[in-house]
Each structure stands twice: as structure tokens, then as C-alpha cells.
């Protein structure tokens, strides 16, 4: 598989220790998450941007590692979107929201301004039967001391839409389904006196409370520690990125002019590199990323990532094939309808392969065209016409098109290939009558010449003596000399 590697950032490492379960019975999964340490080492490199030396830093990381949920671009997106009211916060929290609404604050979701309008209510005080009318004040919002400080309650909100107060670290920490200033707002303002209190005093608030008070403060440490490792790993990125794009430039260049790639000495001393090589020598003239990566591979005494191997060239080759085959492949789908034309030749290791293209039209703004692509070459498994035929059907299975939307087949005129009885293609109609055979064109225009020329004595001879002239001038030099220069004289006579 092809992996971005990222040899800089390869020695910070992160070591989860094991949950100690006997201190956090009770605790669940997210709890504990909260709660692990992670030791986390960073070294420094010679080129790094990293400055802490060999740090062992413990502490813990908030649980925005959590592989359940959204993840954090997801989140910083809901929470940016969130308008400033808790009682639009989504109903279910995960560890990504969690971790962006500690980000936020509760400033932006307090409303300790008001208005407060909204909430006012006439209620009948005591036994009497006497009404007032009771809301929010901003009163409540901070606590007076004993020594008479006046403090924030930070943790307090205040729903413009539900006319309510709702709990900041509770609702953010507290799991459970129903709870006063948690999961429902609280708008018995007047009974606020002594229920704020009860609740700032409650177990759960200050368990809560101290939940956000350390995720704050851890946030706040990872930030330096992550900015830069974050800098570093989209610096790597940027320029691996940009290294893997020339070299799939080259790849697509050489394909498409169908050069070879491998030279004969690959080494960087070597005066001919070979073509793929060669070429992104070539290209590093004008990228500087592409020069520096060059360059750091000659000075490297061990073993770096090039991307410039063998293995990575086919493998490169193989995926781009792959991606190619899929839009052609794609595209007759959509075409729907497809005629098939197949030829084989023995290669070089004596293997015969078959070649199989498709013809197919496509429409496009209304205007139709006639594609024809090559799809692949496969061995065949044998000679006879069953043998083939069948070949050429899981071909086609393999690149899952139906041979029922066949229209047509195209062959040489060999027999096997063309007989009317039991070549390949009756045995391909007898399965889909509709995929009519055409022999090829050429093949058969080569045929009707060689026989036409066969059928005369006087013309068989002709073409007899003119191949023996042209071998007799061909076999060398000085001879060929001769006639070459007869014919360009006659040219300029005739110009
Ligand atoms: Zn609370």
C-alpha cells in the first residue's frame, strides 16, 4: 500500500498505559478516557521544528481520541455553527463537541445580559393570596462572598429560547437522563433561592466542575506541545504531496508515449538513468521540493523513502491503470450497450495473450461519440474455440460487464476465432444471439489481397521478383545507396 511517511515525526511516540481498574470501578468508558495518562515523548530532530529535547511530559490528553463520533473538523464546525443558546447545543454530546464546547467557554452561551423577558412569570407568593412577578435576574449570575467579593458564576447559562438556566460543566459531564440545570432547564426562578445553591454545592457539580476546570487546563497545555507537531506533520505532507505528484506526472507522461521506464544502471553516478529516472532529474531543475528530495536521497547514508524504486514505479503504474480502467469501464456501463474485439499473440515468454477492447458510444451534451479502449491483456488457457470462448467470458465477468449487452464481435477470419459452426464467436451468440460478429477489416482486406494476387500467374511473379530486388538492395549499404539516390533524382526532376 502506498503511505505518506512522515520520517521526522517517527520518534514522538505515545504509550497508553492499561485503565487501573481498581481505582475506577464505577467510572465508565468515557470517564476513563478523561482520566488516562498518556505519556507522551517528543525528540527533538536536527531539522525538526519540535525544541523540546527528550521531554517526558505526563499528563492527559483530552479524549478527543475517542474513534467514536464525529471527528474534530466535524465538531468545530457544529460548534461554530452553533448559535448562542445551551438549549441548541445537539442532544447527544460526544468527545469531539465536548472538547470544542470547552474550547468555546461559556461566555458565549451565558446571556448573563439578558434580556430576560421572557422568563417572567406571576406567581402567588406564600399562602397570601397576593401575586408578583418573577424572572431571571442578573443577580444570580454571581455569587457574593462572605468577605463580599462578587464572582462570576461562570458555570450558570441562560436559555433565551426555553427561558431558562442551565448548568455549563453538568451538561457537559453529567450522563444521566433527567437533572435539574442538566438535561432540563431550571425556571422556578423563585425558588432559585436555595436551589442555585444546593446545586453549586452538590456532588455531581463539583465533580463536574473539576472535569472541566483540568480539560480546560489540559487543552490549554497540548495546544504549544500539538501546534507544532501539527506544523511539522502538514509541512511533511505538503512536500510528500508535491513529490508524489511530479513522479505520477512522469508516470502518465512515460505511459502515454510508451517509453520504458527502467534503465540499464540505475545508480544516481550513472550517466543514463533510464527514462523514468532520467525525466525526474530533469523536472527537479524546476521544483525545487523535487531537487531538495533528490539531493537528501544522495548525501542519506541509510535507507530513506524515495518513492523513485521499482516497486513503487509499478505499483504507481498499477493504481493509475486501475483508476483508468475504472472511468472506461464506468463509462460503458453507462453506454449500457458494448461490442467486444479480441486478438491474441504469443509474447515473449511464449505466453499467447489475448487483447480485449471494447467499442462503445457515449453521449454527452447531446452530441455522440464512438470510444474504442483497450481494456486488458489475458492469457489464454487454450487453443480451441470452447477454451477461448470461455476465456473471453470471465474477462468480462471480471470487469463485471454483462455479455448480454453485447451488440457486437469482432475477430481475425481464423476459424477458430470466425468459424459459422464452433468458432468463438457462435459459441458467444449462442448465449447472447444479439452480439453480432464483423470480422476484422483489416485482416480481411489482407486476406483478399494475398488471394487476389495468388489467382494470377503474372502478378504472383511480379511481386515474386519485386520482394527478391528489394531484399537483393536491402542486404547492404553501397547496394541500397544506388537505388536511393535514383529515386531522389527522379523526385527533384519531377518537383
Ligand atoms: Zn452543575
Request: charged share 25%; hydrophobic share 35%.
Amino acid at each position: 500500500m502506498l503511505k505518506f511517511v512522515t520520517s521526522s515525526c517517527s520518534n514522538v511516540s505515545l504509550t497508553l498505559p492499561e485503565n487501573d481498574s481498581n481505582k475506577n470501578p464505577d467510572n465508565n468508558d468515557e470517564l476513563q478516557r478523561d482520566t488516562e495518562k498518556i505519556s507522551l515523548s517528543a525528540e527533538t530532530q536536527e531539522t525538526g521544528s519540535i525544541k523540546s529535547n527528550t521531554n517526558e511530559i505526563n499528563y492527559a490528553l483530552p479524549d478527543i481520541y475517542g474513534d467514536e463520533g464525529k471527528n474534530n473538523d466535524e465538531a468545530v464546525a457544529v460548534v461554530n455553527n452553533l448559535p448562542n443558546d445551551v438549549a441548541s447545543w445537539p442532544e447527544v454530546i460526544d468527545h469531539h463537541l465536548r472538547v470544542e464546547l470547552v474550547k468555546a467557554g461559556p461566555e458565549k452561551y451565558q446571556n448573563k445580559e439578558g434580556p430576560f423577558a421572557s422568563s417572567s412569570r406571576i406567581i402567588k407568593v406564600g399562602d397570601s393570596t397576593k401575586l408578583e412577578r418573577r424572572s431571571v435576574s442578573k443577580e444570580w449570575f454571581y455569587k457574593i462572598l462572605k468577605n463580599g467579593d462578587r464572582i462570576l458564576r461562570s458555570w450558570l447559562l441562560y436559555s433565551k429560547k426555553e427561558s431558562g438556566l442551565y448548568c455549563y460543566c453538568c451538561k457537559l459531564f453529567h450522563f444521566t437522563d433527567y437533572a435539574l440545570f442538566i438535561t432540563k432547564c431550571f425556571n422556578n426562578f423563585w425558588h432559585l433561592n436555595p436551589r442555585i445553591f444546593e446545586h453549586e454545592n452538590s456532588k455531581i457539580h463539583k465533580e463536574c466542575m473539576e472535569k472541566w476546570k483540568e480539560l480546560a487546563m489540559r487543552l490549554q497545555l497540548q495546544q504549544t506541545i500539538d501546534k507544532n507537531l501539527q506544523k511539522h506533520m502538514d509541512e511533511e505532507r505538503k512536500k510528500w504531496k508535491a513529490i508524489l505528484e511530479s513522479i505520477v506526472d512522469v508516470i502518465l507522461f512515460l505511459s502515454k508515449q510508451n517509453l520504458p521506464f527502467r534503465g540499464h544502471r540505475e545508480a544516481f553516478e550513472s550517466n543514463n538513468q533510464g527514462n523514468f529516472l532520467e525525466t525526474v532529474k530533469l523536472l527537479a531543475k524546476y521544483s525545487p521540493v523535487l531537487s531538495k528530495h533528490l539531493s537528501d536521497i544522495r548525501i542519506s547514508k541509510k535507507m530513506t523513502t524515495t518513492y523513485l524504486s521499482p516497486t513503487i514505479q509499478n505499483e504507481l503504474i498499477l493504481l493509475l491503470s486501475k483508476k483508468v480502467k475504472n472511468i472506461v469501464l464506468e463509462e460503458v456501463r453507462e453506454a449500457k450497450y458494448f461490442a467486444i474485439m479480441c486478438d491474441s499473440t504469443p509474447d515473449i515468454s511464449h505466453t499467447d495473450q489475448m487483447t480485449l477492447i471494447v467499442r462503445y458510444v457515449t453521449i454527452k451534451n447531446s452530441i455522440a461519440q464512438l470510444k474504442e479502449s483497450f481494456l486488458n491483456f489475458f492469457p489464454l488457457s487454450g487453443k480451441t474455440a470452447a477454451e477461448i470462448s470461455q476465456s473471453i467470458l470471465d474477462e468480462l465477468e471480471l470487469n463485471n460487464l454483462d455479455v448480454m449487452m453485447c451488440r457486437g464481435q469482432g475477430y481475425d477470419n481464423a476459424s477458430t476465432m470466425s468459424g459459422i459452426h464452433a468458432g468463438v464467436q457462435q459459441k458467444i451468440k449462442n448465449i447472447n444471439p444479439k452480439a453480432l460478429f464483423v470480422p476484422c477489416g483489416n485482416h480481411t482486406l489482407n486476406l483478399a489481397g494475398v488471394h487476389a494476387v495468388g489467382s494470377s500467374q503474372l502478378s504472383d511473379r511480379f511481386f515474386a521478383v519485386l520482394e527478391r530486388l528489394y531484399a537483393f538492395f536491402a542486404a547492404s549499404t553501397h547496394r541500397w545507396d544506388g537505388p536511393s539516390k535514383a529515386c531522389a533524382n527522379r523526385a527533384e526532376a519531377s518537383d
